[in-house]
């Protein structure tokens, strides 16, 4: 059974404010409502937070002390953080310590199974090395999830940094203490009760990479949705992202040769074949495809689609993303007839959120 008419829709999922003066789509709208839904359960009208004062001898010469703003609009950067307390998969984490600890900086970071992007920097070795590597003395880093798999996401995250830490980290103290500024939250963050979901809901995501990117196939006939996460290619040598126009969708196959029949079509190909990302998109650009889709293989998480060494010195002006496998949507686009001339792409934008917060000597940023 074909699908009949297919749509498959590019959805990154970006803040207001990210693109200055851009308008919102009707489904956006009702997006925004539903955002402000989720801060009013969040935090309400007035949250009555108590914001200890920090005096700017506290902070240090030339500081100014943290801003108190009215509770009606929430916690704000530069503002005193509020005590906290988490449940983690170690016991209980409390601010301020006790007996106080002075100097602590704390990192939040959220994950969430939606995010290609999160998916690829967990599972990327040169990721968490850079992690293990580079995590400033006296900073603690707390790490939760958004979603209803919150206890499995951290425990996951957890396995992922140990094998990485015992490989870089070899002195035995030095392992403790590392390990010791690791918090992982098995509780989703909109369960947490305290401010915390406050500064991840409401301090909207601005930069690359902080939405959630996805791959929505739509079929009209069968009233059918897949949606898939994707990751955007994003070093120097792919200069165009997705733009929000219709495209055709065609199938591209690995990617390793030319393909004429990927023309003026967005090109699907598979991660397989003896060639490089760079060369995939490289084959479909001299096709003349307006922008690639590269799936993996089931079963392998997404991955970076950068180039290596020389293939950096070519400028690619299509765009091209990494997505998973999606087994119905692949078949039938390469064994239906019908469907390999009525399946469509698009763009569009919808909100993000944001994936990770800060507070350093008690004050939020």
């Known amino acids: 059974m074909g699908w009949g008419s297919v749509q498959l829709l590019l959805l990154v999922l970006i803040p207001p404010g990210s693109q200055a003066g851009a308008p919102l789509s009707a489904g956006c709208l009702s997006c925004e409502k539903l955002w402000k839904v989720k801060e009013r359960t969040v935090h309400g009208d007035d949250s009555g937070l108590l914001r200890p004062r920090v005096s700017a001898d506290e902070l240090g010469s030339g500081a100014a002390p943290p801003l108190e703003a009215d509770s009606r609009l929430g916690l704000k950067p530069g503002m005193a953080a509020p005590p906290f307390t988490l449940e983690t998969l170690n016991g209980k984490l409390s601010y301020p310590a006790i007996p106080e600890q002075p100097g602590l900086s704390f990192t939040f970071q959220a994950f969430?199974?939606?995010?290609?992007?999160?998916?690829?920097?967990?599972?990327?070795?040169a990721s968490l090395v850079a992690l293990v590597d580079g995590l400033p003395p006296h900073t603690h880093l707390v790490f939760m999830s958004f979603d209803d798999s919150a206890p499995g996401d951290v425990r996951w995250m957890k396995q992922q940094l140990i094998?990485?830490?015992?490989a870089r980290l070899k002195n035995i103290s030095r392992f403790k203490d590392?390990?010791?500024?690791l918090h992982f939250v098995p509780i989703p963050v909109y369960a947490l009760g305290n401010?915390?979901?406050?500064?991840?809901?409401?301090?909207?995501?601005?930069?690359h990479n902080c939405g959630l990117a996805q791959v929505v196939f739509t079929s009209a006939e069968l009233r059918m949705t897949v949606v898939t996460k994707r990751l955007d290619a994003?070093?120097?040598?792919?200069?165009?992202?997705?733009?929000?126009?219709p495209y055709i969708l065609r199938d591209?196959?690995?990617?390793?040769?030319?393909?004429?029949?990927?023309?003026n079509a967005v090109a699907l190909v598979s991660d397989e074949g003896n060639c490089s990302y760079f060369t995939k998109v490289n084959n479909m650009a001299n096709s003349e495809a307006l922008g690639v889709l590269v799936y993996v293989k089931p079963g392998r998480p997404l991955q970076d689609m950068n180039c290596r060494r020389e293939e950096c010195l070519t400028t690619i002006n299509i765009p091209a993303s990494i997505m998973h496998f999606q087994k119905d949507v692949i078949d039938a686009l390469r064994?239906?007839?019908?469907?390999?001339?009525?399946?469509?792409?698009?763009?569009?934008?919808?909100?993000?959120?944001?994936?990770?917060?800060?507070m350093d000597h008690g004050v939020l940023f």
């Open 252 to 263: 591209g196959g690995d990617g390793c040769k030319i393909s004429p029949r990927v023309k």
């Open 234 to 245: 994003r070093y120097d040598w792919i200069m165009k992202g997705w733009s929000s126009v």
């Open 163 to 166: 094998p990485v830490m015992e």
């Open 195 to 207: 401010w915390i979901p406050a500064i991840f809901y409401a301090w909207r995501c601005q930069q």
């Open 335 to 358: 064994h239906d007839l019908e469907l390999q001339e009525s399946c469509g792409v698009q763009c569009g934008n919808v909100m993000g959120i944001n994936m990770r917060a800060q």
């Open 178 to 181: 590392f390990l010791s500024r």
């Open 112 to 125: 969430t199974n939606k995010s290609g992007f999160l998916e690829c920097l967990w599972s990327s070795t």
